[in-house]
């Protein structure tokens, strides 16, 4: 790997362990400082704008008492002043309804893209779509819909 995948990836992290943290100081220093960056959350619609993306991350931390990210499948590249990263985002999370010890889980896919700016990579586009297993399609491992599908 590449110091600048290093870097890339460290600042990936940080993204989600604010998140988990929810430190929305911290959030406005992941995202770049323009109104160019786009959020996609998942199953929601484009959000355009960094006063628009903070918001809804200031709205999401708010009412997620508890999130915790496991990260899979975490694939980094960096070309010029522009960086990506896919991942799996496994997460466990409580919601302010929820009873005490029980945790709702899911997966989703996201892609992060970070630019380099004077004071480190930051990020300009983060998209995440849920994952639907096959069981939820009602496919069969053998790729086969099961009967009653």
């Known amino acids: 790997m590449t110091e600048e995948v290093d870097e890339v990836l460290a600042a990936n992290a940080q ?14 220093d992941v995202w770049a400082d323009d109104d160019g960056v786009v959020c ?9 704008g960094r006063q628009q993306v903070l918001r809804s991350w200031l709205a999401l931390m708010a009412n997620a008492p508890y999130i915790q990210f496991f990260l899979t499948d ?3 590249s960096v070309v010029g002043e522009v960086a990506s990263v896919t991942c799996t985002e496994n997460v466990l999370s409580a ?12 997966s989703a896919a996201a892609t992060n893209v ?4 004077p004071a480190g990579w930051r ?16 496919d069969a491992e053998d790729g086969r819909t099961r009967p009653g599908s």
Not at 15 to 28: G, H, I, L, N, T
């Open 95 to 106: 919601g302010a309804d929820t009873p005490p010890g029980v945790f709702a889980g899911g």
């Open 74 to 76: 975490v694939e980094a």
């Open 40 to 48: 996609v959350h998942p199953a929601a619609a484009p959000i355009r």
């Open 15 to 28: 993204f989600y362990a604010v998140f988990e943290r929810a430190d929305f100081d911290a959030m406005q």
């Open 114 to 117: 970070f630019r380099r700016t």
């Open 123 to 138: 990020m300009w586009i983060h998209h995440a779509s849920p994952v639907i297993s096959a069981a939820d399609h009602g």
